[in-house]
Nanobody, 122 residues
Framework: QVQLVESGGGLVQAGGSLRLSCAAS????????MAWYRQAPGNEREGVSCISVNDGSTIYHDYVKGRFTTARDNVKHTVYQQMNSLKPEDTAVYYC???????????????WGQGTQVTVSS
């Protein structure tokens, strides 16, 4: 059974930083593409980033590009998201997810975690 456990969220002032972690089990992690997405109350789900095992690339949505960095540790079976220069509009629940077929462009999710709350004050 796939389990994804997220941590690292919290309350931070605008301009601050947080690092999110997602520990994965029950999956062949080293050959699984991993993604981050977020959702705020009243808003539609937004893609944040994706690391593809198909071509080794990492993609970011425009609204986080240059501020967020996604990385993975295949020994610890963990994916990270370093978030710098945070803005109030980044406030959301952040989720990590496995990507079906490893295709970041298609973006079909297989499993996802419980989410971790990120709140950025102005």
């Amino acid at each position: 059974q796939v389990q994804l456990v997220e941590s690292g969220g919290g309350l931070v002032q605008a301009g601050g930083s947080l690092r999110l972690s997602c520990a994965a089990s029950g999956v062949l992690f080293s050959i699984t593409s991993m993604a981050w997405y977020r959702q705020a109350p009243g808003n539609e789900r937004e893609g944040v980033s994706c690391i593809s095992v198909n071509d080794g690339s990492t993609i970011y949505h425009d609204y986080v590009k240059g501020r967020f960095t996604t990385a993975r540790d295949n020994v610890k079976h963990t994916v990270y998201q370093q978030m710098n220069s945070l803005k109030p509009e980044d406030t959301a629940v952040y989720y990590c997810a496995t990507v079906r077929g490893g295709d970041c462009e298609r973006g079909d999710f297989g499993s996802w975690g419980q989410g971790t709350q990120v709140t950025v004050s102005s």
